[in-house]
């Protein structure tokens, strides 16, 4: 079935590194246009990044810009969001979704165009 997965959070210190992966059961990650979104605690959630199903558009929120990548596996099995630089407002839970369309990047950073979610994976960063 239809099903994301994400892994590789933890507990990091301010400064350092660290990469989320995102994998999907059939062909859901080669068809679909994946996103990373996270929540904080009494936050809403919100847009991180985005990779079009072909690889040919990414979309980045302006916090994370020129710190995070994303990016897919050469065999479309995993996406992934590399996290350089992390700071304390990074802290919280780490979400992938798919989204079937293409959108300009107004749409692409709402949560309400994405229909599948995974359960999240929690990333701590401390100063």
């Known amino acids: 079935q239809v099903q994301l997965v994400e892994s590789g959070g933890g507990l990091v210190q301010a400064g350092d590194s660290l990469r989320l992966s995102c994998e999907g059961s059939g062909d859901i990650l080669s068809t679909s246009n994946i996103a990373w979104f996270r929540q904080a605690p009494g936050k809403e959630r919100e847009f991180v990044a985005r990779i079009s199903s072909s690889s040919a558009v990414r979309h980045y929120a302006d916090s994370v810009k020129g710190r995070f990548t994303i990016s897919r596996d050469d065999a479309n099995t995993m996406v992934y969001l590399q996290m350089n630089a992390l700071k304390p407002d990074d802290a919280a839970v780490y979400y992938c979704?798919?989204?079937?369309?293409?959108?300009?990047?107004?749409?692409?950073?709402?949560?309400?165009?994405?229909?599948?979610w995974g359960q999240g994976t929690q990333v701590t960063v401390s100063s």
């Open positions: 979704a798919s989204d079937r369309f293409g959108r300009p990047a107004s749409e692409a950073m709402r949560a309400i165009n994405y229909k599948d």
